[in-house]
């Protein structure tokens, strides 16, 4: 069982979809956060703990990520997939992108 964290700002949109999509996936568990204090789940060392790989959505989000938990993130497998926060919740586009971007990581 590969347990998958992802990560994004607020955690109303693209982690959500991603958290969601990939949850249907077999031998896939999986959780989503937020990196900004007003995010709907505010990201834990617990969860960072419990995840044996994490996708990050942008670049900013992985300094965070760095900068805010060095050791509790220090030694994970952390992912930069790159994608803007330019969708809205379990839109097609965002889907088949993280389809694109995650499944390899998965799969493997």
Request: glycine share 4%; proline share 6%.
């Amino acid at each position: 069982m590969t347990k998958a964290l992802f990560i994004c700002s607020a955690n109303k949109l693209r982690s959500p979809t991603a958290e969601h999509v990939f949850s249907q996936w077999p031998d896939i568990e999986t959780d989503s956060a937020g990196l900004n204090n007003d995010a709907d789940v505010p990201l834990s060392p617990e969860q960072i703990a419990w995840a044996d790989v994490i996708f990050v959505m942008e670049r900013d989000h992985l300094t965070k990520l760095r900068r805010n938990f060095t050791q509790h993130a220090a030694g994970k497998r952390v992912i930069c997939l790159n994608i803007p926060d330019d969708f809205g919740y379990l839109q097609p586009e965002l889907i088949r992108l993280l389809e694109v971007r995650v499944g390899p990581f998965l799969r493997a």
